[in-house]
């Protein structure tokens, strides 16, 4: 099922044709999104979408992998920034293997760690290669998170050197800047 099958509220009827996807979107449209990487393997789906309250950002998606029916899975908190959407298969995308996902900072679904310490987000935004939005400032394209320079909806992205690659990854705007 895709976003577009979860809006309740018709807010992807009325679509600005001048981007990739909607300007602003619902974030219970999101939960249950399918995350693929590249290669076309299936990842998992979104279960939950972290707010970071003090910033104003997306902090995280709680990212479900593995498992059979619910049953065995792992979570994963992956940076927003890390994640794009893919608007033409209506899923996310993520720039890691399965195997470099099994390896990643994970955790249980009935012992979730607190994802507000320096410590957490430090070990989550390290694996991916990413940086936590502060208010205020910006990220290393320039960008503040939610504006980009890619028409794929890319933002902030992986670093070089990065354990997952070099990709740019966020849901954001075409080349003119605007949000999408």
Do not use: C
């Not at 908190?77 to 195997?99: G, H, I, Y």
């Amino acid at each position: 099922m895709s976003y577009l099958d979860r809006d309740p509220f018709g807010i992807y009827r009325d679509r600005d044709e001048q981007g990739p996807g909607p300007r602003l979107m619902g974030a219970d449209t999101l939960v249950g999104e399918d995350v693929y990487n590249r290669q076309e393997e299936d990842l998992g789906d979104i279960k939950e979408i972290m707010l970071d309250m003090q910033t104003g950002q997306i902090a995280y998606a709680v990212l479900s992998f593995g498992g059979w029916l619910g049953m065995g899975d792992k979570l994963f908190a992956v940076p927003w920034q890390s994640l794009q959407l893919d608007t033409v298969n209506k899923r996310f995308l993520l720039d890691v293997s399965k195997e470099q996902l099994r390896n990643a900072p994970g955790f249980d679904k009935d012992r979730w760690p607190d994802m507000a310490s320096s410590e957490f987000s430090s070990q989550v935004h390290s694996f991916y290669g990413t940086q936590e939005a502060l208010p205020g400032q910006r990220t290393s394209s320039g960008s503040v998170m939610g504006q980009s320079t890619s028409s794929l909806q890319s933002g902030s992205g992986y670093s070089q050197g990065s354990s997952v690659g070099s990709e740019s990854g966020n849901l954001s705007g075409d080349k003119t800047g605007r949000n999408y």
